[in-house]
């Protein structure tokens, strides 16, 4: 059975930092592409970030581009999602996303 577990959410000030983490069971974690998405309320789930196989290419939305890295550990079974220079518009629950299935999501909330 497939399962992701996000954690590392919470409440940040604007300019914060958070690590998002995935733990992956299930299946062969090494060679699928993984896939962080958010969606705010009110808003469309949307893509933030991707991360193939064997790290040789990640792809960011342009919101997040030079703020956020996604990285993956395949001897952990585990992929990331540092958050750096957080902004309000951030505000979303975030989910991991691979293999068909979704996490359950882990709130983010940018806020003074």
């Known amino acids: 059975q497939v399962q992701l577990v996000e954690s590392g959410g919470g409440l940040v000030q604007p300019g914060g930092s958070l690590r998002l983490s995935c733990a992956a069971s299930g299946f062969t974690f090494s060679r699928y592409a993984m896939y962080w998405y958010r969606q705010a309320p009110g808003k469309e789930r949307e893509l933030v970030a991707l991360i193939t196989s064997v790290s040789v290419s990640t792809t960011y939305a342009d919101s997040v581009k030079g703020r956020f890295t996604i990285s993956r550990d395949n001897t952990r079974n585990t992929v990331y999602l540092q958050m750096n220079s957080l902004k309000p518009e951030d505000t979303a629950v975030y989910y991991c996303?691979?293999?068909?299935?979704w996490g359950r999501g882990t709130q983010v909330t940018v806020s003074s």
């Open positions: 996303f691979t293999f068909g299935t």
